[in-house]
């Protein structure tokens, strides 16, 4: 790509422009201006060729009548992406079985989890709050007064990059986190990887919370429930965060674990052309589904049960349908054996 192209608020195009690519210290160094142009009515174009091979910052100013509005723009260059898939969802939804079957598309191997985004994202928020509020940072003339909250930001992605190509090469990049840190990670990731392809890993509650109730004995029963609708919430709220990011929808594909276990072949097969992995890939990724998917705790991802039929107290029944039946049924799945609801499946 040779140049940049930024989309202009119509309202701001007549106005007095600044863009301004200086040294990271812009009190103690030159500045240098740039040449831009608008190529169309309200895209403003700047040639890359004319950038260092850094992290470059860009300080853009525009003032129109008494308005004026001072904004900063950070590029990390990359010179080649790897492929990179990442897997989420919910604890217990069936992303451990979508990971290890795409690290067999890829034949590249990962961790079990990685919880690096979680990490890198906590990083870029405390030092967002650093920045804002630190007696250091609201002290004028201090460096780290000087210091964009971008720079910082685009400084941590590259290094985030770097530790997966650093760790996982630069052939394919497999990340299976599940939670709801990583859900609230993607947009980083995302910020990381552009061409990164999700998979969300979904199951109906009654059994995730069922499953989830026998892995992890300890954590109370509301906390199960809270966690999957939580989880689910998330996912939707980023889902269309990402998706208005990318001005663009086939960065995803949701994959049902029902259905994975009950017609492996058809959703292996629409797995594998998300990728854009070849046949012997996707036969790889089936052949493990079918030989080697690990132990689910509690029986098979098919083995499907009504609420009534549980042997949860009243008590919790009535918990999980407050707090978890809306979201079942925005999702199309029903109560009882049939899992999804008649007019939705």
């Known amino acids: 790509m040779d140049t ?14 600044s863009i301004t690519l200086g040294s990271h210290s812009t009190h103690l160094n030159e500045e240098k201006e740039i040449f831009f142009e608008f190529s169309k009515p309200n ?12 992290i470059n910052v860009f300080k853009v100013f525009i003032r129109k009548g008494e308005v004026s509005h001072e904004c900063w723009i950070a590029l990390t ?4 992406y790897p492929k990179v898939c990442i897997v989420v969802g919910s604890p217990r939804s069936g992303t451990t079985v979508v990971g290890n079957m795409i690290q067999q598309a890829y034949e590249v191997k990962a961790h079990g989890e990685a919880h690096l985004a979680e990490l890198f994202s906590n990083l870029i928020e405390q030092s ?14 201090t460096l780290v007064w000087e210091v964009p909250a971008v720079l910082l930001k685009a400084q941590l992605l590259k290094q985030l990059r770097d530790l997966y ?43 995730n919370v069922a499953s989830r109730i026998r892995k992890f004995p300890k954590v109370k029963f509301e906390g199960h429930c809270r966690q999957w609708a939580q ?23 949701e994959v049902e674990q029902f259905n994975l276990a009950t017609s492996p ?29 690990p132990q689910v705790t509690g029986g098979k991802p098919s083995d499907i049960t009504s609420i009534e039929r549980l042997d949860w107290e009243e008590e919790q029944k009535a918990f999980f349908i407050s707090h978890c039946g809306g979201l079942m049924s925005d999702l199309g799945y029903s ?3 049939s899992y999804f609801k008649k007019e939705a499946h």
Not at 43 to 54: A, D, K, S
Not at 77 to 80: I, L, Q, S
Not at 268 to 289: C, K, P, V, W
């Open 4 to 17: 940049l192209k930024l989309k202009v608020v119509t309202d701001l195009i007549e106005g007095e422009w």
């Open 43 to 54: 895209v403003l174009t700047i040639p890359l060729g004319q950038l260092e091979n850094r």
């Open 77 to 80: 260059p990359v010179k080649e």
């Open 128 to 141: 967002n709050e650093f920045l804002s509020n630190s007696p250091a940072a609201l002290n004028k003339g």
């Open 165 to 207: 190509i650093t760790y996982y090469g630069t052939s394919a990049i497999v990340d299976k986190t599940p939670g709801i840190p990583m859900l609230q990670a993607l947009p980083l990731l995302l910020l990381a990887f552009p061409n990164a392809k999700v998979v969300y890993c979904q199951r109906r509650g009654i059994e």
């Open 231 to 253: 989880a689910v919430k998330v996912w939707l709220r980023t889902k269309k965060a990402i998706s208005a990011m990318l001005t663009r929808e086939d960065w995803f594909i």
């Open 265 to 293: 072949k058809s959703v292996t097969q629409t797995i594998g052309e998300f990728l854009g992995t070849n046949t012997a890939s996707i036969n790889r990724m089936f052949d493990y589904q079918a030989k080697k998917s």
């Open 335 to 337: 109560f009882d054996e």
